[in-house]
């Protein structure tokens, strides 16, 4: 267990650092690519900061207003019966729209339930098996000028599913 926390302590600077020779022995100035690359991001960031507010407004209005917690009773009712439970319905919503608001919201389950409880650790596979899809989309097909999706929301959705699924079946496989 030691030699992993060792590892994971030089993996970003071993790499960082393979990454500069590499480019110093291929002959590239790694200074001017570096600062091309960070000029790139900054503009990048510019362009989806419109996005990215008006996300994190829509999440705070959700969850001031009361509808996620509408929204959960309605929806828990339905997926406790299949074995999710109703309490991890705003979670898993939120987390659709912005991993931060989830991140919020998990504290707040923690908070309540615990974190070796079976909701806490439902809910924390749950935010290792699911996707911002509504954030990824907008970012990415905004920035990459994608005019249609095609079937990028079906199959995210499935996805999500699928890790709700195995969050559920793999927190009752690992609670004594």
């Given at each position: 267990m030691?030699?992993?926390?060792?590892?994971?302590?030089?993996?970003?600077?071993?790499?960082?650092?393979?990454?500069?020779?590499?480019?110093?022995?291929?002959g590239i100035n790694v200074y001017e690519s570096f600062i091309k690359g960070a000029k790139s991001g900054f503009l990048t960031v510019l362009?989806?900061?419109?996005?990215?507010?008006?996300?994190?407004?829509?999440?705070?209005?959700?969850?001031a207003s009361g509808f996620l917690d509408f929204l959960s009773a309605l929806i828990g009712q339905f997926s406790s019966r299949i074995?999710?439970?109703?309490?991890?319905?705003p979670l898993t919503v939120v987390k659709m729209f912005s991993s931060s608001a989830a991140t919020g919201l998990l504290l707040d389950i923690f908070k309540e339930f615990g974190t070796d409880s079976r909701l806490g650790l439902i809910a924390s596979i749950?935010?290792?098996?699911?996707?911002?899809?509504?954030?990824?989309?907008s970012v990415y097909f905004m920035t990459a000028g994608v005019k249609r999706s095609r079937y990028t929301l079906a199959g995210a959705l499935i996805a999500t599913f699928a890790g709700l699924a195995a969050s559920v079946?793999?927190?009752q496989s690992l609670m004594p």
């Open positions: 030691h030699i992993l926390l060792y590892i994971s302590d030089f993996i970003v600077p071993f790499i960082v650092l393979s990454i500069v020779v590499y480019g110093l022995l291929s362009r989806i900061m419109p996005t990215l507010i008006g996300l994190m407004a829509a999440v705070g209005i959700l969850r074995g999710f439970p109703g309490e991890l319905v749950t935010m290792c098996c699911t996707e911002t899809i509504f954030y990824t989309m079946f793999l927190a």
